[in-house]
């Protein structure tokens, strides 16, 4: 069922640097690209979320990369702050349909 | 977006017994999902239940061990059966809000239900 490739699988970064995390799929029927965050125990909550029209959507310090040609997307999270650790999952879906997840990586940001 | 209750939280359950889980949502809503994440690892969709139609089940997964109801816009819900150590996981419901913008209304998800089964 993965059809969406994630890395890295865990990343440490320090208060106010830039966490990236790169996410590539196959299957060009994908439109829509979200990124949720979900810290523990709790359900995945959307944080952003882009189309393949656009190369790039910033929300705060927030801001996804998207590259159709190459098929890779990425997060980049700027300024990051202990608050910010936590799991974050790419995904992809057809228009009205199910999502595909990539596996995840669990960031933590050190004061 | 919308806001789902899932119950119960979290269980403990003897193998070979079957636990359901419940998905409420505050508005109607045409899709929801119910997806599986076990721990540490990603969410795999388990099915796609439509009001008014057989849920639509991924490889892998099968009607007989994961029964889902839809009986109306608002609520749905997800049995596990015959559990065995193995079905050990959170399981979640998610719903599609309808939107021509799918970007700030896209998919919402429950808190999820923890299930041991012992």
């Known amino acids: 069922q993965q059809q969406v490739k994630q890395s890295p699988q865990s990343l440490i970064v320090q208060k106010g640097g830039i966490s990236i995390i790169n996410c590539a799929y196959e299957n060009t029927a994908f439109d829509y690209f979200p990124w949720y965050q979900q810290f523990p125990g709790k359900g995945p909550a959307l944080l952003i979320a882009i189309r393949p029209d656009v190369s790039e959507k910033k929300e705060g310090r927030f801001t996804i990369s998207f590259n159709k040609s190459a098929k890779q997307f990425s997060l980049h999270i700027m300024d990051s702050q202990p608050g910010d650790s936590a799991t974050y999952f790419c995904a992809a879906s057809t228009g009205n349909n199910d999502m595909r997840f990539g596996a995840g990586t669990r960031l933590t940001v050190k004061p | 977006s919308a806001v789902i209750s899932q119950k119960p939280s979290r269980d403990i359950c003897q193998r070979g017994t079957s636990l359901t889980i419940q998905c409420q949502v505050d508005?109607?809503?045409?899709?929801m999902f119910w997806y599986r994440q076990q721990p540490g690892q990603s969410l795999t969709l388990i099915a796609t239940?439509?009001?008014?139609?057989?849920?639509?089940?991924e490889s892998g997964f099968v009607i007989d061990k994961f029964p889902i109801s839809r009986p109306n816009l608002t609520f749905s819900t997800l049995t596990v059966s015959n559990m065995s150590p193995e079905d050990s996981s959170i399981y979640l419901c998610?719903?599609?809000?309808?939107?021509?913008?799918?970007?700030?209304?896209?998919?919402?998800f429950g808190s999820g239900t923890r299930l041991t089964v012992v």
């Open positions: 998610s719903v599609l809000i309808p939107t021509v913008d799918y970007i700030n209304y896209g998919y919402t």
């Open positions: 508005s109607q809503v045409t899709m």
């Open positions: 239940a439509n009001q008014g139609s057989e849920a639509t089940y």
